[in-house]
């Protein structure tokens, strides 16, 4: 993608995996099977060229853009190192909106892990969620 001057972005997590005789963290796709690219419809071509591209998420045959607001959401909170993790998709659940810190503004359901509170993400256009851990005192619920 960078070789053909396309403006992409690969969200990672990372993860933890141990073998009898060791640990390694490792760099995984947050959707695996999705990267995220900024193109003219007339370099729509150019894009499906690529080795390992098969299509653009399409609607009714024409590609379908994310808000910028979601991909933006995502790049932050993935730059504060919020432990995101790929998370079962989400639609219903207790919405909540993060009014504080790096994802300010975002919504998402609320999830309670143990003694952690987290904000699952809804990419509705992919039907793929991701999950960050939030102070609780940062959301509140969504109007």
Not at 2 to 17: A, G, K, M
Not at 110 to 139: F, N, P, T, W
Request: glycine share 8%; net charge positive.
């Amino acid at each position: 993608m960078e070789q053909n001057r396309i403006d992409c972005f690969l969200p990672l997590y990372t993860s933890v995996r141990r073998w009898k005789d060791r640990r390694k963290r490792l760099s995984l796709p947050l959707f695996p099977g999705y990267i995220f690219v900024r193109i003219a419809l007339k370099d729509k071509l150019s894009a499906l060229r690529i080795p390992g591209v098969v299509q653009l998420v399409s609607f009714q045959g024409k590609p379908a853009p994310l808000p910028e607001g979601e991909i933006e959401a995502l790049r932050n909170g993935l730059r504060a190192n919020m432990g995101a993790e790929p998370h079962p998709y989400l639609k219903i659940g207790k919405r909540v909106r993060v009014n504080n810190g790096p994802l300010c503004g975002v919504e998402g359901v609320l999830e309670r892990r143990k003694d952690k509170c987290r904000v699952v993400l809804s990419i509705h256009l992919i039907q793929r969620s991701v999950a960050v851990e939030v102070d609780e005192g940062d959301i509140e619920l969504a109007h």
